[in-house]
């Protein structure tokens, strides 16, 4: 290996945890910085503030071995490094577009620090262009500038630093690109360069098509509920075709998350911005939104919705994780609750939410008492594992919508529930 390097991460979330906790565990020197004061005093007692499986113990090793420590001033945290890692938010802005605030503010107030011959690496997901942006913030022709985007999922976000399909590094300055490759040389992935541009549009036209394939997927499952196809038939023979892939082939309520959404209509809107109209993707988006009316079409037509209570077991976005942002979970929960329901939840780790019409019970079987109708939104593995007979007890009405096919359907009708799920006969 490379001589350790001193790392600096700006932005101890998901991305930037991951990122800072991981090269700490390659043989780093690495601190993070957070703006969120009372984050970075829980991390410093080691304590991870959102549930991503093994991250709290790779912290607790990075604590434990010094090589790994969080602090509150990103400027001081950067005057130190070799490396420095943005993985800011960057929002989406009511027309679409990405919003590159803090990553700009945050490189303004690092600028006159950093060390000559430094490398400021942009890990949030940032429009085409952004390097030539960052380096004019930055003001500092001596330090290098690459765009190495993220693609870890979350839920298994430590498995993909440590494993991933491949690392993107995009820069016009080589030496620079070389000097973030050798952070990674010990990794078992190909590692590819690029132009700034060409790494940053890979991150969104993955997402957009990882979204785009989902939107499909489900778009089949609804010409299969209505020819009587049987989508996991169907599915099972497009994915045997190896330029289909059986990956990332699920049906379910919609998709959502902190990134598909907001990386899908950041694409639209880059597109538009450089003269392309994309409506392919505005296509998938659409479906995508009507995918959650057709759930609540599926609830709505077994009860009728105003003043309905209705069970909802799952929040998070996905399994694996605590993370709530554009979860299709609670899309479908405000939309019943439009229509007049109460919602009662549950998820495993997510005991808090704050969506109007919307309570949160610690437990399965209260969420579901009294309910009309109970909708799975989140395919924990531990929801496949509640019993029908005691939902049976506590439920008003009998009727269960599987969206994400995670379901003994035939124990639940053995005990007198109608069931549906997404594309199933
Ligand atoms: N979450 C994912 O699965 C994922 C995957 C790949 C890429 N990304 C991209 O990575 C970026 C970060 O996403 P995330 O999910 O980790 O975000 P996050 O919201 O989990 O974390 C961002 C962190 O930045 C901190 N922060 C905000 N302003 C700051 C400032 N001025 N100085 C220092 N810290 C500041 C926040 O307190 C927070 O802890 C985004 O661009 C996102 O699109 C996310």
Redesign the pocket.
């Known amino acids: 290996m490379s001589e350790p390097a001193r790392v600096a991460v700006?932005?101890?979330?998901?991305?930037?945890l991951t990122t800072g906790a991981c090269l700490a565990a390659m043989g780093h020197q690495v601190v993070c910085?957070?703006?969120?004061e009372g984050?970075v005093a829980q991390l410093c007692s080691g304590r991870v503030p959102f549930h991503e499986p093994g991250l709290p113990s790779m912290v607790g090793q990075g604590l434990d071995s010094g090589r790994l420590s969080f602090v509150v001033d990103?400027t001081a945290a950067a005057a130190g490094a070799d490396l420095v890692f943005l993985?800011?938010?960057?929002p989406t802005l009511p027309d679409g577009s990405v919003n590159m605030r803090?990553v700009k503010?945050?490189a303004a107030q690092i600028g006159p620090h950093l060390r000559g011959g430094a490398v400021v690496v942009t890990?949030?997901?940032?429009p085409m262009g952004s390097s030539r942006i960052v380096a004019e913030v930055l003001g500092r022709p001596d330090v290098g500038v690459v765009s190495n985007p993220?693609?870890?999922?979350?839920g298994t976000a430590v498995d993909d630093f440590m494993n991933p399909d491949r690392v993107v590094i995009g820069a016009e300055d080589r030496a620079a690109a070389a000097k973030v490759a050798a952070l990674y040389e010990s990794l078992p992935a190909p590692i590819l360069v690029t132009d700034p541009g060409s790494a940053e549009l890979i991150k969104y036209a993955t997402n957009a098509f990882l979204a785009t394939k989902l939107s499909f997927v489900n778009a089949v499952a609804a010409i299969g509920e209505e020819v009587g196809a049987d989508i996991a038939a169907v599915l099972a023979g497009m994915g045997a075709d190896p330029r289909v892939g059986a990956n990332f082939m699920q049906p379910g309520p919609g998709w959502g998350g902190?990134?598909l959404p907001?990386?899908s209509r950041a694409l639209v809107a880059l597109a538009a911005g450089a003269g392309y109209d994309f409506p392919l993707l505005r296509g998938a988006i659409a479906q995508n939104d009507d995918q959650f009316d057709r759930i609540v079409g599926k609830v709505a037509g077994r009860v009728a919705l105003d003043g309905a209570r209705i069970g909802l077991l799952g929040l998070a976005f996905k399994a694996g994780t605590d993370d709530t942002r554009a979860s299709p979970a609670l899309e479908i929960a405000r939309r019943l609750v439009a229509f007049g329901a109460e919602v009662r939840a549950y998820d495993p780790v997510v005991t808090a939410v704050d969506t109007a019409g919307v309570i949160v019970e610690f437990d399965p079987y209260d969420a579901c008492r009294g309910a009309g109708a109970v909708v799975v939104a989140t395919e924990w593995p531990e929801l496949a594992d509640l019993d029908p007979a005691r939902m049976a007890e506590v439920m008003a009405g009998l009727h269960v919508i599987d969206a994400r096919g995670i379901l003994d359907r035939d124990a639940w009708q053995n005990c007198g529930f109608t069931y549906q799920g997404i594309g199933r006969r």
């Open positions: 700006i932005g101890a979330g998901y991305v930037g910085a957070d703006i969120d984050r990103s993985c800011l938010p960057t803090l503010k945050v890990k949030s997901t940032v993220e693609f870890l999922r979350e902190s990134c907001k990386d």
